[in-house]
């Protein structure tokens, strides 16, 4: 006989994520996801300019920052034919790089490794030999002996006061850790390391948006000048400045983040062979090297796998209504139509109709609607995004870059390629991505400044930035590959207006319910066999779903009519 546990909500995410499992003879054997906020985003654009689409979007998290600023002038620059100088593709694939290279690490540490290291058990790490261990793994200069005796020393205080503070409500001392005191230390110093670099690195995204989190964004380029000795825009100094801060970043990717991904994974390589589910991945691509228009010129290229088959990637076309569809089967919405078609974003619909139980409640009715969060499929297939989608695509059609990290990740860990299709390999991934980004980063730089030096200091067309010029009617498509995975936003313009807009974002493809005909999405299918040792401690669950990083408050946001919150649950 099967035991349903109930984690709502899973914590160390963005937004609120309720997950429903069933587990039998220590495994799980059944899995439901639920999205129990609604994002409304769409009915709010509808009338507006969609020059300023951007300003609002970039609003729906404060994780994602950027991403989906840049994804919305992007629609409106396609919808619009719209072509913007190179240096403003330079500078977003900079804020880009920024927003990648601060969020994996900020995963890593402050959402994800909490779930493989055990705070408390770093208390009986041996200083000197911490201090060997991390010495022999990188060249980082904060692994001292002392150093690593002053933190234990900072730790205990902690414990004996009975207040872990930030590190408070964990599964300490759980069976299902397994990493020794002193790599457990070696973790909590990094995650400490983290909060302080994580603060520099968003300064890039200050200097060219102007703030952080939201940073400007421009319909035709960028909403930031070039004046090498002008005190008022993007001088020789503030370049300076990002130029050190991408050296940093680096360093800190190359030095840190990557010698503890592979300190810690050799503890856990059966969780290569845990948590792979769907085997379909999707990316749409970025990082442009020849205008945003040229998909083969991307860093991060475009592509389908199906069955875990890499040797075939699949060409994915946005505009087709045959391919990306959104369904509500299992949804607490209503379409027009009726709600047994799958919709094309064009012409999608975000109208609410909750049927659910009122909150506070027990279990989920799964074999209804269960969740706000809509269903997507790509010719009709659940697919994974994020950065093991991206890692396989790259590695799949053959980019150099990532055959080589790829192999070589694998050779020191001494695993297959099969092992990438997983909890662990899903991990893995953001951390080589992180590293390539580290390095594009300085390309992306140096491009720039290099066009400067030549004369060119040209940040934004305006050509078609007069609505004079616009059709009657036009339709676009903006994508991009948001850290979680592939982002997507269509516009429909008539009489100069926004008439319908539809975001699919990452979390919808990796969090929606059941289709029609049962099918999981990729957290349901990632969780089946997963092993639980003690269900009143679920932390083989966190593992799972946190290594997909779920951001919620992208797919999903519930308010009353007069702003108040409809239902309000305690943190864990």
Known sequence: MSQRIVVDPVTRIEGHLRVEADI??????????????????????????????????GRVCGVCTSIHSLASVRTVEDALNITIPPNAELVRNLMFATLYMHDHVVHFYHLHALDWVDIVSALKADPKKTSEIAQSISNYPKSSPGYFSDLIKRLTKYVESGQLGIFANGYWGHSAYKLPPEVNLIGVAHYLEALEWQKEIVKIQAIFGGKNPHPNFLVGGMACSIGLDDVSSINAERLAHVEQLLKDAKEFITQVYIPDLL????YYLDWGAIGGGLGNYLAYGDLPTNGYRDTSSYKFPPGAILNKDLSRVYEVNMREDGEIQEFINNSWYDYAGGNDKGLHPWKGETEIKYTGPQPPFEHLDTNKAYSFIKTPRWKGNAMEVGPLARVLVGYA???????????????KLGVPATALFSTLGRTAARGLESALMADWALDFYDELINNIRNG????????????????AKAMGVGHTEAPRGALGHWIVIEDKK????????????NASPRDAAGKQSAYEAAL???????SNQPVEILRTIHSFDPCLACAVHLYDETGDQVSKVQVL
């Open 24 to 57: 039998q003879n220590g495994k799980i054997v059944d899995a439901f996801s639920s999205g129990t906020m609604v994002r409304g985003i769409e009915k709010i654009l509808k009338g507006r300019d969609p020059r300023d689409a951007w300003a609002f979007v």
């Open 456 to 471: 060119d200091t040209r940040m934004a067309n305006m050509d078609m930035f007069n609505p004079e010029k616009w059709p």
């Open 263 to 266: 300190a810690i994974a050799p």
């Open 498 to 509: 926004i008439a319908n807009y539809q975001l699919v974002v990452p979390t919808t493809w």
């Open 528 to 534: 089946m066999d997963t092993p639980v040792a003690d």
């Open 397 to 411: 059609s053959g980019k150099e870059e990532y055959k080589e990290i790829v192999d070589s990740t694998l050779s």
